[in-house]
């Protein structure tokens, strides 16, 4: 069973910068995909950005230029540096593996509000 735990979330003013983390655990193998979803009060889970175990990343054009997501294969854990937040940023923010041996993983999430 694999379990993904964020951490890193919190309140940052408008403009600020904030890095999330999620671990994966359980894992024997690697997971090939990782990626980072967010999802707004009254507004669906929209993807933020993704990226390979080898290093190919994929962004919405939302945060394109201002937030940058990295893994780190051998902790088996994946990042995303967010800067030049602003308040469409505020969300609660989803670890994911879309396909681990067949299954799709999700973390609890984690609030980022960016609010003067």
């Known amino acids: 069973q694999v379990q993904l735990v964020e951490s890193g979330g919190g309140l940052v003013q408008p403009g600020g910068s904030l890095r999330l983390s999620c671990a994966a655990s359980?894992?024997?193998?690697?997971?090939?995909?990782m990626g980072w979803y967010r999802q707004a009060p009254g507004k669906q889970r929209e993807l933020v950005a993704t990226?390979?175990?080898?290093?190919?990343?994929n962004y919405a054009d939302s945060v394109k230029g201002r937030f940058t997501i990295s893994r780190d294969n051998a902790k088996k854990t994946v990042l995303l540096q967010m800067n030049s937040l602003g308040p469409e940023d505020t969300a609660v923010y989803y670890c994911n593996a879309p396909s681990y041996l067949g299954r799709e993983y999700w973390g609890q999430g984690t609030q980022v509000t960016v609010s003067s």
């Open positions: 359980g894992a024997r193998f690697n997971i090939y995909i």
């Open positions: 990226c390979t175990s080898d290093g190919s990343t």
